[in-house]
């Protein structure tokens, strides 16, 4: 059993539980819609290197936050690192703000139809811009560190890129 299943059955109270069903949600969309394999592109201009003598090593630290790629390969080497923040995001989604005005919980089948919506629609915006900015490792801030180079933060273009 997962770290963010196991969180979900032990959450002690509804904000703690809804917040690890929603990141479970993310990564079981992610991986049935088959955001996977981490394509080989060559650094681009946006990533800030420290030194050109530096290797750019990108250490993961919260595997469960990392959204692109699904599926990480062992021994895997990331040179276009990029961050969001998924609550920033998903301030911007419409159904999501429903959720938040209404006041909805997990018990709501509303709750679930319209969490359902602003996942695809995350999902829709993170392949967008991974493809565009050719990442080939995106994931929520703090969840991996970088060497030798700065992870471009690109929540305003999953913002922007959201249908």
Request: glycine fraction near 4%; charge should be positive.
């Amino acid at each position: 059993m997962s770290i963010l299943a196991k969180a979900v059955l032990t959450a002690t109270n509804s904000k703690t539980c809804c917040l690890a069903l929603l990141v479970l949600g993310l990564v079981s969309l992610m991986a049935w819609k088959g955001l996977s394999d981490a394509s080989a592109a060559t650094p681009e201009p946006d990533v800030v290197r420290s030194s050109a003598a530096e290797a750019v090593k990108v250490t993961i630290v919260t595997s469960s936050q990392v959204y692109y790629p699904s599926t990480i390969k062992k021994n895997a080497k990331f040179k276009k690192p990029a961050v969001l923040s998924t609550s920033t995001v998903f301030d911007s989604i419409a159904e999501w703000k429903t959720i938040k005005k209404k006041k909805l919980s997990d018990k709501d089948a509303e709750y679930h139809l319209l969490l359902k919506k602003a996942n695809d629609k995350f999902a829709k915006a993170l392949k967008t811009v991974q493809r565009d900015g050719s990442y080939d490792i995106i994931a929520e801030t703090g969840a991996i560190t970088c060497k030798g180079c700065t992870a471009k933060d690109v929540n305003k273009d999953l913002v922007d890129a959201l249908p």
